[in-house]
């Protein structure tokens, strides 16, 4: 089982990235996914989360309105659109994905079985 993410890179403040993530080895249509990220010196952290479907979507209470977590099972893949980079959004992104029974998604990476190995989101002010 193999997680790929991609998408990511330099941009200017104000800007726009979409990332992508492949998942391979199963199906993961059972899964929830998600998106962390890891700033240099800090913690990783949430960012979002998306359940089975996409019928249930989950932001970090501060990235709310800047973006936009969807995914399509046919193609094992989760994507993330980021508008309105800013400058302290610089980090390295992975993608998780996780079994969950009820199909409800969780910002605990601990929830999470699988991960990418990440790319990198720099965004210049």
């Known amino acids: 089982v193999q997680l790929q993410a991609s998408g990511g890179g330099l941009v200017q403040a104000g800007g726009s990235l979409r990332l992508s993530c492949v998942a391979s080895?199963?199906?993961?249509?059972?899964?929830?996914m998600g998106w962390f990220r890891q700033a240099p010196g800090k913690e990783r952290e949430f960012v979002t989360a998306?359940?089975?479907?996409?019928?249930?979507?989950y932001y970090a209470e501060s990235e709310k309105g800047r973006l936009t977590i969807s995914r399509d099972n046919a193609k094992n893949t989760v994507y993330l659109q980021m508008n309105s980079l800013k400058p302290e959004d610089t980090a390295v992104y992975y993608c998780?994905?996780?079994?969950?029974?009820?199909?409800?998604?969780?910002?605990?990476?601990?929830?999470?079985?699988?991960w990418g190995h990440g790319t990198q989101v720099t965004v210049s002010s």
């Open positions: 080895g199963r199906a993961f249509s059972r899964d929830v």
């Open positions: 998780a994905a996780g079994p969950s029974p009820t199909g409800v998604a969780s910002s605990r990476g601990s929830a999470y079985y699988y």
């Open positions: 998306i359940s089975w479907t996409g019928g249930r979507l």
